[in-house]
T-cell receptor, first 110, second 116 residues
Framework: DQQVKQNSPSLSVQEGRISILNCDYT??????FLWYKKYPAEGPTFLIS?????DKNEDGRFTVFLNKSAKHLSLHIVPSQPGDSAVYFC?????????FGTGTRLQVFP | KAGVTQTPRYLIKTRGQQVTLSCSPI?????VSWYQQTPGQGLQFLFE???????NKGNFPGRFSGRQFSNSRSEMNVSTLELGDSALYLC???????????????FGPGTRLTVL
């Protein structure tokens, strides 16, 4: 049973445009969410996080939105750059364990 | 500081064999977590060790086991390998636990295991 879902396995966006990556979860007890970015042959790196008491967190070009009623979070990247091309994982913190989604491969083309 | 290192980076085994993977955390980090990454399942939590004790465990069969040494280095062992064990195995180290732990959690590059 996948508690954290990323229903879009891939996304292709033109450079300069907005990238929106989506994530749904089923457990309303999750109280902290994170996004990670992963390049091939490297481990995931932390990107941005949000507490369940907030609905938005912004860090430079990256903004995460949380809609608790819909159990949905999204990562916005504006403007998208070719270097953003990677696999993005959302994750939820559950009693000291991170539960990851299946990932979305983002490709930013010129 | 040196990052998280994992050895070997690539491994090919056959069904029924066993394998041991190694992870050296960032100096000073006492927590090591292991994850399995497969295309269909994403990253799945295997277990976490802190100060040589297993602190958390995911939903994997008993064929998957681990340990941590006094220098915080950790090993993961998979016995009686199955084809479905082919995956990228990632370890992550952190200096804390809970929320503080995940905020300062750093991943290694992973070990790519192929089971033939």
């Amino acid at each position: 049973d996948q508690q954290v879902k990323q229903n879009s396995p891939s996304l292709s966006v033109q450079e300069g445009r907005i990238s929106i990556l989506n994530c749904d979860y089923t457990n309303s007890m999750f109280d902290y969410f994170l996004w990670y970015k992963k390049y091939p042959a490297e481990g995931p790196t932390f990107l941005i996080s949000i507490s369940s008491i907030k609905d938005k967190n912004e860090d430079g070009r990256f903004t995460v939105f949380l809609n608790k009623s819909a159990k949905h979070l999204s990562l916005h990247i504006v403007p998208s750059q070719p270097g953003d091309s990677a696999v993005y994982f959302c994750a939820a913190l559950n009693t000291d364990k991170l539960i990851f989604g299946t990932g979305t491969r983002l490709q930013v083309f010129p | 500081k040196a990052g998280v290192t994992q050895t070997p980076r690539y491994l090919i085994k056959t069904r029924g064999q066993q394998v041991t993977l190694s992870c050296s955390p960032i100096s000073g980090h006492r927590s090591v977590s292991w994850y399995q990454q497969t295309p269909g399942q994403g990253l799945q939590f295997l277990f976490e060790y802190f100060s040589e004790t297993q602190r958390n465990k995911g939903n994997f069969p008993g064929r998957f086991s681990g340990r941590q040494f006094s220098n915080s280095r950790s090993e993961m062992n998979v016995s009686t390998l199955e084809l479905g064990d082919s995956a990228l195995y990632l370890c992550a180290s952190s200096g804390g636990s809970g929320l503080a732990g995940v905020n300062e959690q750093f991943f290694g590059p992973g070990t790519r295991l192929t089971v033939l």
